[in-house]
C-alpha cells in the first residue's frame, strides 16, 4: 500500500544509493516507492532520524532504510542493518522526496481550458497550462511550463516565469512580476494594495498604492499568504525565499535571498529583511527596521528596531498599559548592570568575612545612566 503523499512509481534502494550517496546496509535490490514515519514504515517505505528521541523506534521499525548520521549509526549498531549512513538525514530526505514526485504522474498538458478568460494581447507560452474559470488580464506574460490553476486570477501586465506553478485561486494583482520556478499556494494574494493612509482630521485619506511587487526565482509562497504592493517603489521578494501559510507582508518591504519565514508572521512596511534570515512562527516585525544576513528571529518574537548583527534574537512582553509597559522595559534595560553591581557587593562580603576585618560593605553605589 502506498502511503499518503506518495507516488504509486517505485526504484530499488540500490537506484537511490547510487544516485544520492551515502552508505546503506539491508537488501539493496529491494524496490521502494516513498517515506513513511519509523514506526509505520513498512518494508517498501524509507524513513529518516534527525533527533535522538527517534532513536529508539530504530530497532522496531519495518522501513526497508532507515536515513541517519555516522554519530547515530555508531550509537545504533547493532539494532538494525538497514541503516543509510549519510551527512544530513533530512536533506537527503528532501532530496529523494522531491525524486519520487518527479517519478509520479505528470501534471495536465499544455493547453488553455475553454471555461478560462484569456485578453487577446496576452502571450501564453504554447507549453503552458491554464485551468478551468482562469482569469487573464491585458498585457500578461506566461513562461514555458507554467500550471495556473482553476479559477486564478492575474491583473492587466502580470510576468511568471517559466516552470512556475499557482495553486487554484491564487490571485495577482496587476503588474506583478513573479519569477522562474515559484509555487504559490491556493489563496495567496499578491500585490494588494499597501496599508497607506494620511489623517485629515477625523478621516483617513487614501494613499494611492502604485508600485507593484517583484518577486525572484525559486520562491514559494503559502496558502493565504498576502504581499503587498509598493506605495511607489516595488516590494522585493529575492531569490529562493520560502514562506509559510497566513504570511503578512507590508508594502515596500525588502527580502533577501533564501530567507525563510513560518506561519503567522507579520512585517510592516518598508521593512528591509536580509539574506538567509530565519523567521520564527507569528514573530512581528516593525516597518521601516533593517535586518542584517544570517540573523535568526525566535517565534513570537517583536522585533521594534533594527539588528545589525548577524546571530538569533528572542524576546516579547506580555500587554500592559503603555505608562506601566515604559517602566518595565527601563528596568529591563539597567539588569545587566544591576547584576554587576550585585556581584561586587557578594565578593566584597566574601572578602570581609574571609579577612575577620568586619569592614563595611557599601549597600549600594551612584546610579549609573540607563
Given amino acids: 500500500m502506498t502511503a499518503a503523499g506518495s507516488v504509486a512509481t517505485s526504484c530499488t534502494l540500490l537506484d537511490l544509493v547510487e544516485r544520492f550517496g551515502g552508505t546503506c546496509g539491508g537488501d539493496l535490490a529491494r524496490r521502494v516507492h516513498g517515506f513513511a514515519p519509523l514506526e509505520t514504515a513498512d518494508d517498501e517505505q524509507l524513513a529518516f532520524v534527525t533527533a535522538a528521541r527517534y532513536r529508539g523506534a530504530v530497532a522496531a521499525s519495518r522501513a526497508s532504510a532507515v536515513l541517519v548520521t555516522a554519530k547515530d549509526a555508531e550509537l545504533l549498531a547493532g539494532q538494525s542493518e538497514r541503516l543509510w549512513i549519510c551527512r544530513d538525514p533530512y536533506l537527503q530526505f528532501a532530496r529523494i522526496a522531491q525524486y519520487f514526485e518527479s517519478l509520479g504522474p505528470a501534471g495536465p498538458g499544455p493547453g488553455i481550458d475553454p471555461t478560462a478568460v484569456v485578453a487577446a494581447d496576452a502571450r501564453i507560452d504554447a507549453s503552458a ?72 482630521g477625523a478621516h483617513w485619506v487614501k494613499i494611492p498604492q502604485v508600485g507593484g511587487v517583484t518577486i525572484g526565482d525559486d ?119 544591576l547584576r554587576e553591581r550585585v556581584r561586587r557587593l557578594e565578593a566584597a562580603t566574601r572578602a570581609a568575612a574571609s579577612d575577620g576585618s568586619g569592614a563595611a560593605v557599601p549597600t549600594s553605589e551612584p546610579e549609573r545612566p540607563a
Avoid at 530565519?278 to 518574537?301: C, E, K, L
Fill in 129 to 200: 497550462f491554464v485551468g478551468p474559470l482562469v482569469v487573464i488580464g491585458r498585457g500578461v506574460t506566461v513562461g514555458a511550463r507554467v500550471r495556473i490553476g482553476a479559477g486564478s486570477r492575474l491583473g492587466d501586465g502580470v510576468r511568471i516565469g517559466d516552470d512556475s506553478l499557482l495553486h487554484p485561486d491564487t490571485t495577482i494583482y496587476p503588474g506583478c512580476t513573479l519569477g522562474a520556478r515559484a509555487i504559490v499556494h491556493s489563496g495567496a494574494v499578491i500585490g494588494a494594495d499597501g496599508f497607506g493612509f494620511a489623517k485629515d
Fill in 219 to 337: 520562491v514559494e509562497i503559502g496558502a493565504n499568504t498576502t504581499i503587498d504592493r509598493g506605495a511607489l517603489d516595488d516590494t522585493v521578494i529575492g531569490n529562493g525565499v520560502k514562506l509559510d501559510n497566513q504570511i503578512q507582508i507590508g508594502h515596500n518591504v525588502r527580502v533577501g535571498d533564501d530567507t525563510i519565514m513560518a506561519a503567522f508572521v507579520g512585517i510592516a512596511g518598508s521593512a528591509v529583511i536580509g539574506r538567509r534570515c530565519m523567521i520564527g512562527g507569528a514573530a512581528r516585525i516593525m516597518g521601516h527596521v533593517n535586518i542584517v544576513d544570517d540573523v535568526v528571529v525566535s517565534t513570537q518574537t517583536f522585533v521594534s528596531r533594527s539588528i545589525a548583527r548577524p546571530g538569533q534574537y528572542t524576546g516579547y512582553y506580555p500587554m500592559a498599559e503603555h505608562a506601566d509597559f515604559e517602566k518595565s522595559a527601563a528596568v529591563l534595560r539597567r539588569l545587566d548592570g
